[in-house]
C-alpha cells in the first residue's frame, strides 16, 4: 500500500527552530511537497523536491533524501503564526498526489 | 491571475438528501483538477482528479460522484447523502504537465449531514 508517516503534533516556542519530518513509502515517487493549513483555511503550498538536498525559501527549508524515502520541513525564526498544520504529499505514478495526515505545529511565546 | 471559487461555504444537509458541490477556475486553461475531503483534524483523502473534460477518475469507491462538464468546471454530486460524507470539501488546480506538483486550493465547502 501506500502511506506517509509525519509526527501528529510538534509544540516550539517562538524563535526556536522545529524540523518536521516524513517517510514515506508509495508504489511511485516522483517528488515531495509541503503544504501548510491554517484552521478553517485551505492548504497553502510551500515547497517541492525532486531531487535530494535541501531546498531554502526564506525561514523555511526542505530536505529529502529518496534513497531513505524520508524527507522533512525545517522552520526557523519560529513565529506565533507558523502555528497551523503542515503536510507532506508524495507526487506519485500517474496524476495524483498522496498526503500525510499532518502535523499540528503548536509555537508558544 | 488565476484563481479558483468554491460554493456554497457551508452546507448542512440531511441523511438521503442529493448533493451539489462547484468549484471552478478563472485565468488558466486546461488545469488538472482535484476533488479532497478532510475529516476534522485529519489529512486529505483524494476523492476524484481529471486531466481534462468529461475524464473522471475515481479514488475512493463511494456514494460520491464527480463531473467536468466544461475545461475549468468541476462538480461533485451525491445522490443520497450518508452522515459518514460529512467534513471539509477542497478543489484544488494544477498545472497540466508541470514539473512541480503546486496544487491551488480553493477556499473549501464545510458540510455537515445530520
Known amino acids: 500500500g501506500q502511506s506517509l508517516e509525519q509526527p501528529s503534533e510538534v509544540t516550539a516556542v517562538e524563535g526556536a527552530i522545529v524540523q518536521i519530518n516524513c517517510t514515506y513509502q508509495?508504489?511511485?515517487?516522483?517528488?515531495l511537497s509541503w503544504y501548510q493549513q491554517h484552521d478553517g483555511g485551505a492548504p497553502t503550498f510551500l515547497s517541492y523536491n525532486a531531487l535530494d538536498g535541501l531546498e531554502e525559501t526564506g525561514r523555511f527549508s526542505s530536505f529529502l533524501s529518496r534513497s531513505d524515502s524520508y524527507g522533512y520541513l525545517l522552520l526557523q525564526e519560529l513565529q506565533m503564526k507558523d502555528s497551523a498544520s503542515y503536510f507532506c504529499?508524495?507526487?506519485?505514478?500517474?496524476?495524483?498526489?498522496?498526503f500525510g495526515a499532518g502535523t499540528r505545529l503548536f509555537v508558544k511565546a | 491571475s488565476q484563481t479558483i471559487h468554491q460554493w456554497p461555504a457551508t452546507l448542512v444537509q440531511p441523511v438521503g438528501s442529493p448533493l451539489s458541490l462547484e468549484c471552478t477556475v478563472e485565468g488558466t486553461s486546461n488545469p488538472n483538477l482535484y476533488w479532497y475531503r478532510q475529516a476534522a483534524g485529519r489529512g486529505l483523502q483524494l476523492l476524484f482528479y481529471s486531466v481534462g473534460i468529461g475524464q473522471i477518475s475515481s479514488e475512493v469507491p463511494q456514494n460520491l460522484s464527480a463531473s467536468r462538464p466544461q475545461d475549468r468546471q468541476f462538480i461533485l454530486s451525491s445522490k443520497k447523502l450518508l452522515l459518514s460524507d460529512s467534513g471539509f470539501y477542497l478543489c484544488?488546480?494544477?498545472?497540466?504537465?508541470?514539473?512541480?506538483?503546486?496544487?491551488?486550493f480553493g477556499p473549501g465547502t464545510r458540510l455537515t449531514v445530520l
Open positions: 504529499a508524495v507526487k506519485g505514478g500517474g496524476f495524483k498526489t498522496i
Open positions: 508509495t508504489s511511485g515517487f516522483y517528488g
Open positions: 484544488a488546480w494544477k498545472v497540466a504537465g508541470g514539473d512541480e506538483d503546486e496544487q491551488f
